[in-house]
Every structure is written in structure tokens, then in C-alpha cells.
């Protein structure tokens, strides 16, 4: 005789399930401003890691030299982690002091 108890225990954990499957976290990639990385460089890490034209490259280079955190792009945490630990080398490669973060985005409710 199955109870109506087990059955709602099993409806909530897939349901659980399918939602993780569907949404990943996602997480800000952010460049903080320093005084001696050059802007030619965080403009070519903008363009080469994390694909942005010119342009855009330009346009977030100078947001974070004017309001001192900007964000490069946003992704799963593990590709987030990556493209700081390949920025993280690329700096340290050429002795520029360049800081990077990661934080989550707020969950949406839909
Ligand atoms: N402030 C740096 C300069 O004037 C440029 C810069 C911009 C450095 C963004 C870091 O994340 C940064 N050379």
C-alpha cells in the first residue's frame, strides 16, 4: 500500500532535479580598475578571452578605469573560473596587477 507521502517525496526531488538541469548559475566576470595596467592590455584580454569587439572592448575598459569594477562577461562557473585563471597568467606574464572577480547572479523567480 503506497502512501501519498512517498509519492509527493518523489514528485518534489525530480522536479528539483529537472529545475538544475534547466537553469545553471550564472556568474559576473569583473575587471577592477588598477593605476598600472596598461589599457592596451585589458583592452586585448577583453577581445581575446572574453570576445568582445573593439569597440566594447573599449567602452568596458574605460567603465572600469572611471568607476573602478566593470563586468567582462557573464557564464557558467566553471568558464568563469577559467577565463580568470588564463587572464590571472596572462598579467602575471607580463607583471601587470590586474584583479578579476567572480560573483553569482541573483536567481530570476520565473
Ligand atoms: N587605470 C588603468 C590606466 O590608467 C587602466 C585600467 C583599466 C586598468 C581597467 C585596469 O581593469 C582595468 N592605465
Do not use: C, W
Amino acid at each position: 500500500m503506497g502512501t501519498h507521502a512517498d509519492d509527493d517525496a518523489n514528485v518534489v526531488t525530480e522536479e528539483r532535479k529537472q529545475e538544475k538541469l534547466k537553469r545553471p548559475r550564472l556568474y559576473r566576470v569583473l575587471l577592477h580598475n588598477d593605476d598600472y595596467t596598461t589599457r592596451e592590455f585589458v583592452v586585448f584580454v577583453l577581445h581575446s578571452v572574453f570576445h568582445r569587439e573593439e569597440a566594447e572592448a573599449v567602452r568596458i575598459m574605460l567603465h572600469v578605469h572611471y568607476n573602478g569594477v566593470g563586468v567582462a562577461g557573464v557564464y557558467t562557473r566553471e568558464i568563469a573560473e577559467t577565463k580568470v585563471n588564463r587572464v590571472e597568467r596572462m598579467a602575471r606574464e607580463e607583471e601587470f596587477p590586474l584583479r578579476l572577480s567572480i560573483e553569482p547572479e541573483e536567481e530570476d523567480e520565473h
